[in-house]
Nanobody
Framework: QVQLVESGGGLAQAGGSLRLSCAAS????????IGWFRQAPGSEREFVSA????????LYADSVKGRFTISRDNAKNTVYLQMNSLKPEDTAVYYC????????????????WGQGTQVTVSS
């Protein structure tokens, strides 16, 4: 089993930044791919970013490419999502997920999910 806890969400102004953290416990974290997904009210859950376990391959949705950066610290069992140049359309609940199946852009490939953290961007 893997337990995931997201943190770092909150309220930001457009153009601002937030850093989300996904802390994991349980199975060997360094051998798991981690993905970030988000879900806005009335919308389906969508892929945001992912990082593989070896080598560190990173993926981004087109809507966040160039603004968001994903990274991992295996010593701390934590994955980060640095979000810069935030836009109101980034408002959503952000979830991190863990797994080792591909493709990483598919939410169905992940076995473990966190509870989510709310990100709200005001204009």
């Amino acid at each position: 089993q893997v337990q995931l806890v997201e943190s770092g969400g909150g309220l930001a102004q457009a153009g601002g930044s937030l850093r989300l953290s996904c802390a994991a416990s349980g199975r060997t974290f360094s051998r798991l791919a981690i993905g970030w997904f988000r879900q806005a009210p009335g919308s389906e859950r969508e892929f945001v970013s992912a990082i593989s376990w070896n080598p560190d391959i990173t993926l981004y949705a087109d809507s966040v490419k160039g603004r968001f950066t994903i990274s991992r610290d295996n010593a701390k069992n934590t994955v980060y999502l640095q979000m810069n140049s935030l836009k109101p359309e980034d408002t959503a609940v952000y979830y991190c997920a863990a797994g080792n199946k591909y493709p990483l852009v598919s939410s169905q490939r992940y076995d473990y999910w966190g509870q989510g953290t709310q990100v709200t961007v005001s204009s």
